[in-house]
């Protein structure tokens, strides 16, 4: 009888203990950081900083992981296997690409933008309540350079919507859940303001190459905030967003470039050399790029997008087209339509300029080793088959595709992302300056000095083949054909196309390839011709600019308006 | 593994002390005595004619009561005495508390007979006094299948439940999804609760010998008990205790062969060429395949050039061996009851070839089990329980990766490669680099998953008379530990392609067999809680029973913070003259999900049930009735698993764990700290508002009985997209803005009869439900026939994802308006741009908005469902002398499935062609049901549409068992009990709408694509008794 008192006493205490303990369920979450933990903390604060950089564009090939990239959408290129986020660009299913694969270059960048304006925006707002780091000869935190960075990235973000969209919704301070925030779209003119007026301060914030130590290379300067500059302006005096073609927006893209170009913001110079542009740790043509490291095999884009099976490559797809082959000038630098360029059909790949061997990979060139095989008869050719791993246009990119890059033996290499280099500023100046002034010698030395570097001979006129006397519209085409080629799989063709609003003439006409035939003797013969259905793509003019994302629009609840021509 | 190996020495200590006790408790000398005694009935009228034995006792001795109910025996002090009379409820008594007072037996009343046991949340019940809706089985009904999930012996057996496979059918794997009644959330798919002996556990890889019975417990009445936990419903598994009456010894031996219900059946190398050639040639492209290989193809000529490889017929076999084994002892006496199994089994796999000395890639499952279940009676006012349960499995697979290498078997074209070379070396091409499906098995490594499981729990009752009578106090608790442990060998192999000029070209490097890391992983520690106090006390007419109990739980796997929970659960149950029956069940639970202060909710439920036949008027009413119970029940209970929110989403918190981004041309990265999605401080659990209500009748002397249940649930606060722009540069954890319910009925019916020597029992039931989605954040301009505001919670399953379509749950697509046969067709129809080009033989749509284009404004929201309208079951068990025989139909209608990843399979290395390219649209096959070849620009045609929807209906064979016992007075001389011998099957037959398809309707993928078969299983078994 005495035991059940004993166990009494011992449940009834049970239960007491278990029912007191209230914070049974109290689970503080250790290992998180609440927000005034991070910057009350100099470390976390820049580490909160630094993650803004993820939120930035980061590589060419981007589309579907690595899948698919807007040189694809251009006529820079076709993809070999139909890559849904390809196909959707270039079918003109503009919001089967934004709701797609999860890496696209609609809905993905709208989000993405947000997000990394988002964590500037609350970077800049907190900035005052980190306190001092403690003295060291490397700073934790420097609040100033911070700020500099929030801007200049914030004003990138901006840039990369309205490159896309236009006008977009200018989100300008920290909002909380149960704010409202469905906000209207700004006009061109007004995100571009904005962005120019961040670039201001970001401008007086940062140091100049010189300033940084080695180990903070890559992160903007005072140079990287003026070739952002520049490319605003350059976008916002575009025909795309200047339909009244005012000279001054021209002129301040000049003037822009031009302070660059004085050498104000650090010694920028073109690099020696072309081929190598993205394979180099530092070069004086970088002004600003993503630093990455060396880029595996298996990594981003290589063995699985741009490498032929011939090489062990997985999907040969990244397949640039006759088309743009066919704009690469030969090395006496006229272009092959000129009867006096020498150009040979039958031996096409002869005497081009030397960009051509840097960024093309074509029949029968030496290539790890061997000889490249893109014959479609006989058949057993290495580096092409009717199946669609393999090469559809009888091309593959070098840019892309380092020669390093094998599966047996195959090592690692560079493969930098490019912000901006000194070469696009030159173009930029020169675009620039033939709209506002018109074709004068600056604008001659700029596309001299880019020629002189690719290696095109200089001539008896020391004009590098390029025409003398060049009316304004003689020089646009010679300048946008320039930068078609200097800037190949870049990032920047498809968004030119966009600004100069050419895409009827661009985009919208047969994508084409060449058949190869190899002889018995061992010569080819090679036939262009207009690339299936599947590769042709489709051109409206509502594709200068991108939809909206739908479902931004529906919830929104009409206070976002569509792009002209977007359902 | 230390702490793992240690814990089984504890287990094998424990159960060589619990021998030991036995063995004491038998060797104490026993006092001889002399039992007297008198059995009354509840009136106290003395009963007659009562048979008392003495519990185990060899020698079957048996006296009867008097006519005054007066009775003398002779026993020893740790003998029960056992009394027994028929209508009346068996009593149990030890012998030493016989004599002190009259022994009263009590008249059993329908459905409150000895085996009549319901067994709820930490109780048990009559089956008369539940006024819940619990559908119980019995194992003792259930056939014995050789099968590696349980699962497959419970479809179609329980109203209520439906039970689908929803993933892998390789060994070990089985998976399967549970649901019970209908689905009234749109954010998960409702997996109800598993309990096995009140504790969430593993129930499908339990062997069937373990388990006494499976309820499913359905309504708001019981699963209040589990407030936050239950919303989806309870299954509650109850395994088999010791039997104080009876020792037994069993014995089970079954083996069986396992065959692919479905399995692809690839196209052969002529076949595949020409296809590949006319895929070719609709794409712009030509002919790949010459004439004079077509040929080769044909007459097999040069199979080294031209192979014509079978892939399937070479390396899977038509049955796969599996055995099961189950060996048991149960017994006891007054002071200890013992349950103790231990089960084999075994499944093979179905690949063959390939050889390797040092280890055998076949996939292969073994599974042991062990349950030894004790109740020990300390004392009278003291009982004790001790659970403990282990199981081991060790799952074989190829290191090449089970889904790869049959991905390879189904879908390598025919004339991919010779599997050999001439020089004996591994066919590969540059496309096919590593798809060897020999060198898969024979030089690619294998891996063993050692999975080892206890499960341990602890139970004591003391009854506290002395302070209240008719109380008890209780306290359980249950700690079960798992780990994983992965060893095997690893090894690499090169591929060769002969070319023309007579060299070879190698991919691959070949790395010889080496031991491989091993690997722990899956390291879980689950303990568990409870406590409290029953009442139980009759007072007169008035019976009442109240429970209540506090209980915490902790769930702890490696690398995060441990899974609490917390609860109070009551429970108080009250009847009137056992005809009138109220329960009310309310707890108190709390979730660490949710924040400070509004963590602890309240669901409270009632119940009541009227045993009406009882009544007066109704007995003189109808005389074929013998029963009829009306009962109802209304209640809360909560769901904390709120769908993918993070945990703690109720606290906005920053990450260590960004992205590191790289600075400098040393490349070292830094790391971020990035704020993750935005948390909601007012998120809260599901709330589910459950009516049920229902009947359990009998009939015609009891031979019939039906029960029947309408069900409505009611789901709130269910969370919901926030329909915050993406300005924020936040996402935003979900709002608690959604609501769904489902309704509908059930229907169980039983009828048992001896008609002359033919004992028959035929079985059915039958579920029907439909679900509503009643709130949702959709975007506002959304067009209607986009919206799922008022459709039933809907999806097919794709479960690969094609060019154009993500894999999972899809509800919006294209409706389709058959296949375009000429050009004048596609020139008066809307503008199809999926693909750049579309011609005769392609799928046409249906130009929803009018606009004369196809595109994502075309899609429209469908009610097109995996989960089925309606699901049932049906069969019957007969024995006549010594055969028995039972089967059961099982089936489900009003369900979809689609065929997309089916028809569409394959890529581009292998063209895309399938067994199912051979229907497809050409010029001479207008009436094609699958659209023209492509090698490219595919998207036209394998968009997602109703083009590729099928009906998932079926009725299904699910099994058969026919058994013959040898006669008693034959096997009586070898001193056996029972020997029976048995023959069963599963998956025997199934009736479908799908004509021709060669596919499973219940799993579609299943043989195709990268998927293990779902097999039959036909086998032989024998069972003995001692």
Partial sequence: MKNYKIYTAIVLLTLFAVSCKKDYLERTPGVALSEDEIFADPAQAARFADNAYNYVINKYVRFNDHRGCVAQASDEA??????????????????????????????????????????????????????????????????????????????????????????????????????????????FDEVTKYILADLAIAETKLGNDADYTTADYGRPTKGAVQALRTRVLLYAASPLNNPTGDKAKWAAAAAAAQKLMNGEFGPYALQATYGDILNVPTSS??????????????????????????????????????????????????????????????????????????????????????????????????????????????????????????????????????????????????EAQNEAVGPDATVYTQLVDIRKRAGILPGA????????????????????????????FEDHRWYDIMRWKIGATTIGVPMKGVDVIKQTNGSFVYTPFVLSQTFQKTWTEKQNLYPIPRAEIYKSKGVLTQNPGWE | MKLLKSKYKYIACLLFLWACVLNVYSQTPDEQLT???????????????????????????????????????AASTSDVIVFKYVGYLMVLKPAAEVSKGDIVLTKALIDAADNDNVYIPFGVRKKREVTATISTITTDNLPQIPSSSLTNVFTGRLPGLAIYPSGSQQPGYDVSSFLIRGRSSYNSNQEPLVLVDGIERDFRSMDLGEIESVSVLKDAATLAWYG????????????????????????????????????????????????????????????????????????????????????????????????????????GNAFIKYYTLLSAYQQGGFYKGGHNDTYDANTDFNRYNLRTNIDLHVNKNLDVALDIGGRITNLTFPNAGTATFLSTVYSMPANAFPVINPNGSYGGTSIFTQNNPQAMLEARGASTDLVRNMMATLSARQKMDGILKGLTAEVFYAYDIAGLYRSGFSQQYATSELKADGTYTTYGTPV????????????????????????????????????????????????????????????????????????????????????????????????????????????????????????????????????????????????????????????????????????????????????????????????????????????????????????LGQSLIYVNEGEASYKGFETGINFNKKIGGVNLNVFGNFTYNTSKILAINEGAGLPDYQKQLGHPISSVISPAATANTG????????????????????????????????????????????????????????????????????????????????????????????????????????????????????????????????????????????????????????????????????????????????????????????????????????????????????????????
């Fill in chain 2, 228 to 331: 936050m936990y239950s919303a989806n419903g309870v299954i509650y598994v109850k395994t088999k205790r010791g039997s104080a009456t009876s020792t037994s010894v069993t014995f089970d031996a079954q083996a069986g062969l396992q065959a692919p219900l479905q399995i692809a059946a690839p196209l052969d190398a002529y076949n595949y060429a020409s296809l590949y050639n006319e895929a070719s040639i609709n794409s712009g492209g030509t002919a790949v395949y010459s004439p004079a290989a077509l040929q080769a193809y044909q007459d097999g000529s040069d199979p080294i050039k031209y192979p014509n490889n079978n892939f399937v017929r070479d390396f899977t076999k038509r049955v796969a061996p599996t055995q099961r084994y189950v060996a048991s002892v149960t017994g």
């Fill in chain 2, 35 to 73: 039992v007297t005694g008198r059995v009354v009935d509840q009136d106290r009228k003395p009963v007659a004619g009562v048979a008392i034995s003495i519990q185990e006792d060899k020698t079957n001795k048996s006296v009867t009561t008097d006519a005054d109910g007066r009775f003398t025996l």
């Fill in chain 2, 807 to 1026: 894999a999972g749950y899809v509800s919006m697509m294209l409706i389709s308006d058959g296949i375009f046969q000429s050009q004048a067709q596609i020139d008066a129809s809307a503008r199809q741009i999926l693909s750049k080009d579309v011609k005769p033989g392609d799928i046409k749509y249906v130009d929803q908005n009018g606009d004369g284009v196809i595109n994502d404004l075309d899609r429209v929201r469908t009610d097109f469902n995996f989960v089925p309208k309606a699901y049932f079951g049906f069969g019957a068990s007969v024995s006549y002398a010594n055969f028995d025989a039972n089967f059961l139909f099982q089936g489900t209608s009003g369900r979809s499935i689609t065929i997309q990843q089916l028809v569409n399979a394959g890529n581009t290395n292998n063209g895309f062609l399938n067994q199912f390219s051979a229907d497809r649209w050409t010029p001479d096959n207008p009436g094609a049901p699958y659209p023209r070849l492509l090698l490219t620009d595919r998207g036209n045609n394998t968009a997602t549409s109703d083009f590729w929807i099928r009906s998932g209906d079926y009725i299904r064979l699910k099994n058969v068992e026919i058994g013959y016992s040898l006669s008693p007075s034959f096997i009586k001389k070898l001193k056996i009990r029972q020997l029976r011998f048995y023959a069963s099957g599963l998956n025997l037959l199934t009736f479908d709408k799908l004509g021709d398809l060669p596919i499973d309707p219940e799993l579609p993928e299943s043989g195709y694509n990268s998927s293990y078969p779902y097999m039959k299983i036909y086998s032989f078994g024998v069972n003995l008794k001692f």
């Fill in chain 1, 285 to 430: 043509e970088y002004i600003m790029i993503r630093i990455k490291g060396n880029t595996p095999l298996a990594g981003e884009m290589m063995q699985d997008f741009s490498m032929s099976p011939g090489s062990g490559g997985a999907q040969g797809q990244m397949n640039p087209t006759q088309n743009h082959v066919d704009m690469y000038e030969m090395a006496n630098g006229k272009g092959i339509t000129d009867p006096t360029s020498g150009y040979d059909p039958q031996k096409p790949y002869a005497n081009r300029e030397p960009r051509f061997y840097d960024n093309i990979i074509y029949n029968d060139r030496p290539w790890q080793g061997r000889a490249i095989q893109m014959w479609s008869s006989p058949a057993g050719a290495l580096d092409y088959s009717t199946t669609i791993t393999y090469t559809a246009t009888r091309y593959y990119c070098k840019k892309y595709w380092p020669e390093v890059y094998r599966t047996v033996g195959g090592s690692t290499t560079l493969l930098n992302y490019i912000y901006f280099r000194y070469a696009e500023v030159l173009l930029n100046y020169a």
């Fill in chain 1, 78 to 187: 076709v993809s070999g296997n139909s890559e849904g986020t390809v196909t959707t660009l270039n079918r003109g299913l503009y919001h089967d690409h934004s709701n797609g694969a999860s890496l696209n270059d609609i809905y993905d960048i709208w989000k993405r933008m947000y997000a990394g304006i988002a964590i500037e925006t609350k970077m800049l707002s907190r900035l005052a309540d980190v306190p001092p780091a403690p003295p060291a000869t490397v700073p934790i935190f420097q609040p100033v350079r911070v700020e500099g960075e929030m801007r200049f990235l914030r004003a990138m973000s901006y840039f990369e919507l309205t490159k896309r969209f236009g006008g977009v919704p200018i989100v300008d301070k920290v909002y909380t859940v149960n704010d409202e925030l469905n906000l209207p779209r700004s006009s």
């Fill in chain 2, 512 to 727: 010889k067999v080496d031991y491989q890391a091993n690997a722990f992983s899956g390291n879980i520690r689950k303990s568990e809680f409870w406590a409290g106090f029953d009442y139980n006390r009759t007072f007169g007419k008035h019976d009442i029973k109240f429970s209540t109990r506090v209980s915490r739980a902790n769930y702890a796997s490696f690398g995060s913070l441990d899974v609490r929970r917390e609860g109070w659960s009551n429970r108080l149950s009250y009847n009137y003259m056992q005809r009138y029956f109220l329960d009310l069940t309310a707890s108190y639970a709390g979730s660490e999900n949710f924040a400070p202060g509004s963590r602890y909710g309240f669901f409270p439920a009632a119940s009541a049930g009227w045993i009406i036949s009882d009544e007066d008027f109704m007995k003189s009413a109808t005389s074929f009735l013998d029963f009829l119970k009306i009962r109802g029940s209304y209640g809360l209970v909560g769901n904390d698993a709120i769908g993918t929110a993070r945990r703690f989403a109720y606290n906005d918190f920053f990450t260590r764990s960004a992205t590191g981004y790289t600075f400098g041309t040393g490349y070292t990265g830094v790391s971020g700290s990035g704020q993750l999605a935005l948390a909601n401080p007012f998120l809260t659990w599901e709330k589910a508002y459950k009516t049920s209500v229902g009947f359990d009748a009998k009939m015609f002397k009891q031979a019939l009985s039906i029960s029947a249940d309408y069900f409505y649930e009611d789901r709130k606060d269910l969370t919901t997209a926030s329909l915050l722009p993406s300005l």
């Fill in chain 1, 461 to 488: 006129d020391n004009l590098y083949g390029l025409k003398a006397n060049m009316t304004q519209d003689e020089m646009r085409t010679a300048i946008r054909h320039e930068r078609a080629i200097e800037l190949a």
